[in-house]
């Protein structure tokens, strides 16, 4: 399965923009890159994905490396709403059979007032 | 969309005792996921269905884990016996997989305790 590596924890200040970095060296070329966050007590929720061109949608932005080897997650400005672990996944496509997720263990982002 | 709907959302069991986690799907998705949440080992795939037919089992942790899907719009996830290191949330999530984009659908949920 396809492996990431984010740092175990972030913090940041509110109203302040967040860089989530993720690494993941052993990406292939149809992997698409995905973020996930989980909220306290909740099931996790999908934030962004993109391939190789960087990403915008209403949550945050996903810049992605030329060599595709690594990946940031933007988040704007935080708030104390956004306090969750993210997840960067990469989704393997199994040909015909659909996709895998694989979640590592995620950064813990605290957002101080 | 009433979104991913998982049964029981708490569960506190005896050890040696059987367990029933039920999970329905968003209507139209193609895919299951069935995922394990613990402080120590984070989100585990356990098993994963398309159409209906499991793909891939390989993160089921041993014989006593079985996962069903009899139809497109209901899976369980049965334990027996159940053991308290089984204690977790248990995690069902859906996708559609006709585009390439498989955004996972999560559902709240199912808080086992095994005693």
Redesign the interface.
Known sequence: ?AKTTQPNSMESNEEEPVHLPCNHSTISGTD?I?W?RQLPS?????VI?GLTSNVNNRMASLAIAEDRKSSTLILHRATLRDAAVY?CIL?A??GG??????????TSLTVIP | DAGVIQSPRHEVTEMGQEVTLRCKPISGHNSLFWYRQTMMRGLELLIYFNNNVPIDDSGMPEDRFSAKMPNASFSTLKIQPSEPRDSAVYFCASSFEGARTGELFFGEGSRLTVL
């Open positions: 399965d698409y995905h996930y909740q099931g996790p929720e999908y994905h997840y989704r496509y199994v059979t659909g996709n895998q997720f694989y979640f590592g263990t995620g």
